[in-house]
């Protein structure tokens, strides 16, 4: 006698439960995913430094964080990082004193030269926001509308007639002129000059500052350097 024997095969098809989720809570709210409730403890986010923050790869539009550096909660947006606990603009101060004869400023005729300002003349800084990257460079880590100021003096102007510029460059290529014109002396003074642009720059903008002084490559005196900006929105 033969049995036959019938195997029967079943297929089974992936499918997605929709529901919602409750920590600390039998009944969330059907408009919640993830519903939190407690009355002793924390949600806490991820916590890492601005170095980590900057450093995740593509995160998602709505992506919190709260970053060590700055004890802020952080949130990702189409302009970047932004930080959601903020109550002041960030902003960025760098800036140097000179004394005596240091004939730091360079003075070749119609040449631009970097303000002589580094990491180290920092005296404020948002770091989330800024990061300075070389000589009169500054990368913008959050993109947004900023005001721009730039300074500098100097010591021992000759008498006469010379070209000043303050420029600005974005990427290599040249934005604006905060400050530019002709200094008139009628005898070896102190001079200095400072001026003012607001400008959009996006995440990963390097912005850099320049002067020229035109004194036929003959070098002078610096007094100030000094850089300035704030992110407005």
């Known amino acids: 006698m033969i049995k ?3 195997v029967l095969l079943l297929t089974i098809h992936p499918f997605l439960i929709f529901a919602q989720v409750g920590i600390g809570t039998t009944s969330p709210s059907p408009s919640s995913m993830l519903e939190l409730n407690s009355t002793n403890q924390t949600f806490v986010p991820p916590r890492m430094t601005n170095v980590q923050m900057l450093a995740i790869p593509n995160p998602l539009v709505g992506s919190v964080v709260y970053n060590l550096s700055d004890d802020a909660l952080y949130m990702r947006t ?6 959601i606990s903020r ?8 800036n140097k004193n000179f004394h005596g004869t240091d004939t730091v400023i360079s003075t070749t005729n119609n040449s631009y030269t970097n303000f002589p300002l580094n990491s180290s003349d920092i005296t404020s800084i948002t770091n989330s926001v800024f990061s300075v990257t070389g000589n009169g460079q500054i990368q913008i880590n959050e993109g947004g509308t900023f005001v721009v100021n730039a300074a500098f ?12 510029v303050i420029g600005i460059f974005k990427n290599g290529t040249l934005l604006g002129y905060p400050t530019r014109g002709t200094i008139v002396l009628n005898a070896t003074d102190t ?3 400072s001026g003012t642009l607001v400008e959009n720059f996006s995440a990963g903008d390097v912005i850099t500052f320049r002067y020229v002084l035109n004194n036929n490559g003959n070098p002078l005196d610096a007094l100030n350097f000094n850089i300035g900006m704030a992110k407005l929105k």
């Open 4 to 6: 036959k024997i019938t």
């Open 78 to 83: 189409n302009l970047g990082w932004e930080n």
């Open 87 to 94: 109550t002041s603009n960030p902003t960025i101060s760098i």
């Open 153 to 164: 003096s100097v010591e021992n102007v000759p008498s006469g007639n010379r070209k000043f």
């Open 191 to 193: 001079w200095g000059s």
